[in-house]
C-alpha cells in the first residue's frame, strides 16, 4: 500500500501490525532517560532511523514517530520548547523516509503532562491549541494519521481530537486511552466510558495502549467490543516491569505477546500492536502469530478519511447525577459559625518534628481552655518534615476534643494519593479543611526531594467540591457524599495582585467556602484586596502573628513568601528588642492586637499563630482584643 492508502487503516475488517517501543530500543543504544528522546530527531536522527528500520524488518505495517513527548509543555521541562515544529516534523520525515512505498506513518501523541481544568491551570483551549501545533508539523512532515495514545484523562483525549480535526479533517485518528490492574483510567473512567466517549468524538478507530500488560488490555478491550462498533486497537505493554539485578525489566516474551496478538484479534482488536518494552523480536513474533488469522484482503472501493456520522454513533455515558452538598451548617461546627456569620477564632499549631505529640496537646488543652473554636494545623510548612497534617488533626481532635481546620497541600501526593488521603479523612470524621499548594521542597531541609503538584490548590478545590456532591475526579459516584468545609488562601500582599485575584476568583468558582489570608501587618492592604474581590466575596479569617523578636519580624519579612512585614513593624520590634525579649513578645502582642481590631470589621475570623509552639501569646492576641 502506498503511503496515502489508508484503507488498511481504515477498513473494518483489515488487520493493521503497529510497530513496538521507541523509547526502549533508544535506552539499548545508551540513551539516558534524563535525556529529551524527542531532541534525538534532530540530534542523532540515524539512532531513530535504525529503530525504525527494525521495525519494518520485523513486519510491522504502520510506524509511529518519535513524537510522544513532543509538545510544547513537555519539551518546555528540556528548555526546547521552541522546537516544536522542527522537532515532529523532521520526526515524521525519518519515519516516512524508513517506512518506504508499504509501510503507514502514525504521527505520535502523548498526553501534555498537565492536569486541566477543573484540576489544574491548562483550559481546555489552551490544550487544544498545544496539541494542534504538534500535529500541524507531524503532518507537515509526512505523516498519515494521528495516533493520540497513553492518555489518562478524557477531557484531554476529545481535545486532542478536535485539535486533529482541526488541523485536517481527513487525517484519521487513533484515539487510545490507558487503564490501571483495576481496568480503570486514573479518573475511574471504564473501558465502556472510553468506548462511548471516543465513538461520540468520532476517533475512526478506538483503543488502549500501555496499561500493565497484555491480560489487562485483552479484557479492556472485550469490554469496549461489546459497545461500540467502531475498529478497535490495542498496544500494551510487555507486562509489568521487573527489578533485575538494579535494572527494570519487561518480562513478557515474544512468544507470550505472540499468543496475546491472537487473543487480542479475537476479542475484536483489529489494529495491533505493543508499547513500554516491546522490541523488534516481540513484532516478529506477533507478525507471525496474526498471519494465519488474518482474513485475505479483497479488493472494494476506497474509502474516504473519516467514516461518516452514523445514527447508531453512541453519545457518552452520562454522568450519574451529582448530589446535593450538606448544607455547610451541618458539617460541622466550624461551618455552622461560619454560615451564622459567627466571628470565629482560630490558633494555628505545628505538629511535632518527631512522634511525641506531649506538648502540642498540652498547648491546644490550653487554647480550649482559653475559648478558642478551632485549631489550624499546618501541611509541612516551609517543606519542613513534621507529623502529618492529617494524623495531627486526628490526635487533636480524639486527644482534647477541640475542632481542627486541617492544612492540606498538594506538594508531596499526586490525585489518587489525595483522593484516598481525603476519603479515609471522611470516613475519620475530619471535616474541616484549608486546600493549599504547598511550599517547594527546595524551601526545606530536603531540597532534592521530588516534588509531586499533580495539581494545585484550584484542582484540589474543584476534587474536594465534587466529593462533597458524592462525585469523584471521573464522575463516578462515591455514595455518601464527604462533608468538608472547603477553606482556601489568599494573599492580599502578593507581589502580582492581578494574578492572586484571579486565581482568588477560581478558588471561589471551584467551591471555595471561606479562606484564610496570610499574616496580616498592613491593615490597609488587607482592606484594598478584600474590596478588589468583593464580586466573590466568601467569609474571610484573618491571618495574625504575634512577633516574638526583630529577629523573628526580619526572618518573616525576608524569608517567608506571601508574608509582607512594614519597616514600621519591624522598626517597632527593634526598639523593643533593645529593652528586653519580654518587651519584644509584649510589643509584638499589641503590634497583633491593633492588627486584630483593625481588621475586625472586615472579616468574619482570625487565624492566630502561635509562634514556636507558644500558645499563650495567641491567647493574649484573643484575650486582649476589643
Not at 10 to 29: C, H, I, N
Not at 611 to 620: K, N, Q, S
Amino acid at each position: 500500500m502506498s503511503p496515502r492508502d489508508l484503507s488498511a487503516l481504515l477498513d473494518p475488517e483489515r488487520v493493521l501490525l503497529f510497530d513496538g517501543a521507541m523509547g526502549t530500543m533508544l535506552y539499548a543504544r545508551g540513551v539516558y532517560i534524563n535525556q529529551c528522546y524527542d531532541e534525538l530527531n534532530v540530534r542523532a536522527p540515524e539512532l531513530v532511523r535504525e529503530v525504525h528500520d527494525a521495525y519494518v524488518r520485523a513486519g510491522a505495517q504502520a510506524l509511529e514517530t518519535n513524537t510522544f513527548g513532543a509538545n510544547r509543555v513537555k519539551l518546555a521541562q528540556h528548555g526546547l520548547e521552541s522546537h516544536v515544529a522542527e522537532f515532529n516534523a523532521r520526526a515524521a520525515r525519518i519515519a516516512r523516509d524508513a517506512a518506504g512505498e508499504r509501510v503507514l506513518v502514525a504521527g505520535a501523541v502523548g498526553p501534555l503532562g498537565v492536569r486541566l481544568e477543573p484540576f489544574g491551570p491548562t483550559s481546555r483551549e489552551e490544550a487544544r491549541a498545544h496539541f494542534a501545533e504538534q500535529m500541524a508539523a507531524l503532518r507537515e512532515g509526512g505523516a498519515d494519521c494521528f495516533v493520540i495514545e497513553t492518555m489518562s484523562d478524557l477531557a484531554e483525549m476529545e481535545q486532542a481530537i478536535l485539535a486533529a480535526r482541526a488541523v485536517d479533517p481527513a487525517a484519521p485518528v487513533i484515539a487510545q486511552m490507558t487503564i490501571g490492574p483495576d481496568g480503570l483510567t486514573a479518573f475511574g473512567a471504564t473501558p465502556e466510558d472510553i468506548a462511548a466517549a471516543l465513538d461520540a468524538w468520532g476517533a475512526d478507530v478506538a483503543g488502549l495502549n500501555c496499561s500493565v500488560g497484555p491480560q489487562t488490555v485483552l479484557e479492556g478491550i472485550e469490554r469496549m467490543a461489546a459497545v461500540t462498533t467502531r475498529k478497535l486497537s490495542a498496544q500494551p505493554n510487555a507486562g509489568i516491569p521487573r527489578d533485575v539485578s538494579g535494572r527494570m525489566m519487561y518480562m513478557a516474551s515474544p512468544e507470550y505477546m505472540a499468543t496475546y496478538a491472537r487473543h487480542l484479534l479475537q476479542a475484536g482488536a483489529k489494529v495491533i500492536g505493543g508499547c513500554c518494552g516491546t522490541t523488534p523480536d516481540h513484532i516478529k513474533a506477533m507478525a507471525a502469530g496474526l498471519k494465519p488469522l488474518m482474513p485475505r484482503h479483497v479488493a472494494r472501493p476506497a474509502l474516504s478519511a473519516r467514516p461518516p456520522d452514523t445514527a447508531e454513533r453512541r453519545a457518552p455515558s452520562a454522568e450519574p447525577a451529582a448530589v446535593p452538598s450538606v448544607p455547610l451548617a451541618e458539617r460541622s461546627r466550624w461551618g455552622a459559625r461560619l454560615a451564622e456569620g459567627e466571628f470565629v477564632t482560630s490558633v494555628e499549631i505545628v505538629p511535632p518534628r518527631g512522634v511525641d505529640a506531649t506538648a502540642m496537646l498540652e498547648s491546644v488543652r490550653a487554647l480550649k481552655g482559653a475559648g478558642v473554636h478551632a485549631v489550624n494545623v499546618p501541611d509541612g510548612p516551609r517543606a519542613q518534615s513534621r507529623m502529618g497534617a492529617l494524623m495531627t488533626s486526628l490526635l487533636i481532635e480524639q486527644r482534647v476534643g477541640i475542632e481542627t481546620v486541617t492544612h492540606y497541600c498538594c506538594r508531596d501526593r499526586n490525585l489518587l494519593g489525595m483522593l484516598s488521603d481525603l476519603l479515609g479523612a471522611s470516613a475519620m470524621g475530619l471535616r474541616n479543611l484549608l486546600l493549599i499548594t504547598g511550599d517547594p521542597p527546595k524551601m526545606g531541609p530536603y531540597p532534592d526531594a521530588t516534588a509531586v503538584f499533580d495539581i494545585d490548590s484550584i484542582g484540589l478545590t474543584n476534587l474536594v467540591s465534587r466529593l462533597n456532591h458524592g462525585m469523584d475526579p471521573g464522575g463516578h459516584a462515591i455514595g455518601a457524599p464527604t462533608r468538608f468545609v472547603i477553606g482556601v488562601g489568599a494573599n492580599p500582599a502578593a507581589i502580582d495582585p492581578a494574578e492572586e485575584r484571579k486565581r482568588f476568583e477560581w478558588k471561589v468558582e471551584a467551591g471555595a467556602e471561606f479562606a484564610v489570608t496570610q499574616p496580616v501587618f498592613d491593615a490597609a492592604q488587607l482592606e484594598r484586596f478584600l474590596a478588589s474581590v468583593a464580586h466573590a466575596r466568601i467569609p474571610f479569617v484573618a491571618g495574625i502573628w504575634p512577633l516574638v523578636s526583630a529577629r523573628n519580624a526580619e526572618f518573616l519579612a525576608n524569608e517567608v513568601p506571601g508574608v509582607v512585614v512594614p519597616d514600621a513593624i519591624v522598626a517597632r520590634m527593634r526598639r523593643a528588642n533593645e529593652r528586653s525579649k519580654e518587651h519584644a513578645a509584649a510589643e509584638g502582642v499589641a503590634i497583633a492586637r491593633e492588627m486584630l481590631d483593625r481588621v475586625r470589621g472586615a472579616v468574619q475570623g482570625v487565624q492566630v499563630s502561635a509562634p514556636f509552639g507558644r500558645a499563650d501569646l495567641a491567647i493574649a492576641v484573643i484575650r486582649g482584643s476589643v
